[in-house]
């Protein structure tokens, strides 16, 4: 059954819950115990398979004809102080930009944060490249979030390139250790 979602394009979204093989494994199992917690909340997740060749947000949207407001980008970034790494997965709406030199330094307290490279980011995460989601991402990495990315429904990758996973922003909000950072992004 087909789930019908405004501005949600061309894509034949399903629900999240009951399709969980189009999620990589640490999302599904990130999405099911969500589920445990906020049953009503997490029902609202969808999925969609997706040509993996249209993965990147651009070409996702434009491929299936969806509102690019509805998207998040979410970016893995670190930084060191004192000789420890500090991760953050940042989520923010494809309209807008992660603040990486100064909100996202800041409350890393690091001295200088970056992005990490393709080949960590997929290794550490267990998820793909152009696919990495909060939904799942491992404890201890802090989980940031734009105001803007809570309110309303937000499309994030799903572990794969080969799908994509919708929910409501709140949904995002009530992972565990998720902070809602106002200015985390820029226009």
Not at 89 to 111: E, Q, S
Request: with cysteine.
């Amino acid at each position: 059954m087909s789930i019908d979602i405004p501005g949600m394009g061309t894509a034949d979204w399903l629900g999240a819950l009951d399709n969980l093989d189009l999620l990589a494994t640490p999302v599904a199992a990130s999405l099911t115990a969500v589920a445990e917690r906020e049953p009503d909340l997490a029902a609202q997740a969808v999925v969609a398979a997706i040509d993996p060749e249209f993965a990147d947000t651009d070409a996702m949207t434009a491929r299936y004809a969806m509102d690019l407001r509805l998207s998040c980008n979410c970016v893995l970034v670190a930084g060191k102080r004192e000789g420890q790494e500090r991760i953050a997965a940042a989520v923010v709406r494809a309209t807008t930009k992660a603040d990486v030199n100064h909100v996202i330094k800041r409350l890393l307290n690091v001295r200088k944060a970056s992005f990490w490279p393709q080949e960590r980011a997929v290794e550490a995460s267990g998820m793909e490249y152009g696919g990495i989601t909060p939904v799942g991402v491992p404890e201890g990495w802090r989980l940031l979030l734009d105001t803007r990315v809570v309110e309303g429904f937000a499309v994030i990758g799903s572990g794969l390139r080969s799908s994509k996973l919708a929910l409501p922003g709140e949904l995002l909000a009530r992972l565990p250790g998720a902070e809602v950072v106002e200015g985390l992004a820029t226009e």
